[in-house]
């Protein structure tokens, strides 16, 4: 028998609660239980007056509308707003009744230029949800992933000039220098002068973005080049965002390093597992210092084809010179301004050695080897890479941080952004990583149980049971029970 206009109860008056429409096991609300959202309070009490203006917008509530957006990998505000006004459980999440109006979608944005803009709220968020993680011990930071993602800029790759921008300082450049010296005055060379002191600092030619100038040409192989930002993150082996950095996307892992190194000092871990972006001489020796031992990946030479590789060359400490493959001796020469040892062939030997295709394409017929003055840093971490274990950390990357790359991008939002600025882009990857450690936070609290309600009906059964024992006067009643 067929049913003509079944669902046509549209017009039904109900007398129901958001709450009772919003499913238990829903993650809102194993979210809602996970973590006491009032701190957001007290983070940004300074941010509005106590006894004057009109009363403003619950600030909780206000958080909590860009939390939803990138929890659920929204693409805009706009849509937020009209996903909450339609969606009962994103109404019950900011405390909102099936009737209650939903804040203007311009008012998170007009919240963020007056009061949070310059602050670093979103950042003291995300370290209140990991702290929250780790008082439940579900954080092990002994062992650190660390790696860095690109994110798609709001930026026309065809709309950009060329402009001249002072060369980055390394933070270890003083220290360095210092050494580099000291490693000149031992071989009877002068010293160089500090850049600090120069006129002209040197200068390198960008490709700045007249839409986003904070944004930087990121170029993947020969073809694809956008403009982006990409953001350094770490975890530990479960997955859990220990930290972040957001940099222009122009700039190489090794120079920005040091920013979120600077983040994880506090973790005081045995082990970082990093990409081979990272495999630098300063970083080496930055970690070995710390007592951290870093695990790389082997890096293949990069060598022309058909010439010898540099490991062909034997390094002489003793003599502090190297062998090469038709057993001569390359002699020190000097130490240039980067930190790396130069040595040197003989011209007049090597112009009629049999292997000087396969060594050298020089018009004056010299080989030059260098070798960076903290070299052994290196080969330490070439030593840790073969020691049993150290493989299977370095596997798990794809487990952990790459993981952490792919959920972000596929799920909530990452992989672009609509906003201009770094400042912005700050925020919106503080949140979306705040999001997933938060969705993982209440998933592990509802796997222990830590988020069912506690259930009094079985004490208060057996606390009856217990009254009428006590009541009993003669055995055969106590018998009987």
Not at 57 to 82: A, C, F
Request: with cysteine; aromatic share 12%; hydrophobic share 35%.
């Amino acid at each position: 028998m067929m049913i003509k206009n079944a669902g046509n109860q549209r017009n039904q008056i109900q007398f129901v609660s958001a709450d009772s429409l919003v499913p238990e096991n829903h993650l809102l609300r194993d979210i809602d239980r996970a973590i006491d959202f009032s701190f957001i309070y007290e983070l940004v009490q300074d941010k509005y007056s106590q006894d004057q203006g009109r009363p403003s917008l619950d600030p909780v509530m206000l958080i909590k509308i860009p939390l939803l957006q990138y929890l659920y990998g929204i693409p805009s505000m706009r849509q937020t707003i009209r996903e909450i006004e339609v969606n009962v459980a994103y109404r019950w999440f900011l405390g909102l009744d099936l009737t209650s109006s939903v804040p203007h979608f311009s008012t998170f944005g007009k919240n963020y230029t007056r009061r949070f803009k310059g602050t670093d709220l979103f950042e003291q968020i995300f370290e209140k949800i990991l702290e929250e993680c780790f008082l439940h011990d579900m954080i092990d930071p002994s062992v650190i992933f660390v790696d860095a993602t690109h994110i798609k800029a709001n930026a026309n790759k065809k709309k950009s000039i060329k402009t001249m921008v002072k060369v980055q300082a390394m933070d270890y450049e003083s220290k360095l220098l210092r050494e580099i010296n000291e490693d000149r005055q031992a071989h009877g060379k002068k010293p160089f002068k500090d850049r600090d002191n120069d006129e002209d600092p040197p200068t390198k030619e960008v490709q700045q973005s007249t839409s986003d100038p904070e944004s930087g040409l990121f170029h993947k192989g020969e073809h694809k080049k956008d403009f982006a930002y990409v953001t350094q993150t770490a975890c530990d082996q479960n997955g859990w965002v220990l930290g972040y950095t957001i940099h222009p996307g122009n700039e190489h892992d090794s120079r920005t390093f040091s920013a979120i190194y600077e983040r994880l000092k506090k973790y005081d871990p045995t082990l970082m597992v990093l990409d081979a972006g990272y495999k630098t001489p300063a970083i080496a020796k930055t970690l070995l210092d710390n007592g951290i031992k870093p695990i790389y990946p082997y890096r293949r030479p990069m060598t022309k084809k058909g010439f010898f590789k540099k490991y062909e060359y034997v390094y002489d400490e003793y003599f502090d010179c190297y062998l090469c493959p038709n057993h001569q001796v390359l002699r020190y020469s000097t130490t240039n301004r980067e930190g790396y040892r130069e040595y040197k062939s003989n011209p007049a030997i090597c112009a009629n050695c049999p292997y000087l295709s396969q060594c050298t394409e020089s018009k004056n017929h010299q080989k030059t080897v260098t070798r960076h003055i903290w070299e052994p840093y290196l080969e330490i971490c070439e030593e840790i890479r073969h020691t049993v274990g150290m493989k299977e950390w370095y596997e798990k990357r794809k487990e952990s941080i790459e993981r952490i790359f792919g959920t972000a991008k596929e799920f909530h939002g990452m992989r672009y952004t609509r906003y201009n600025g770094k400042a912005l882009m700050e925020m919106k990857v503080g949140l979306t990583f705040a999001c997933m450690n938060l969705k993982k936070l209440a998933k592990m609290k509802r796997r222990k149980g830590l988020l069912d309600p506690v259930d009094t009906s079985f004490l208060l059964n057996l606390l009856g049971d217990l009254i009428r024992f006590l009541k009993m006067k003669s055995v055969s009643e106590v018998l009987v029970f």
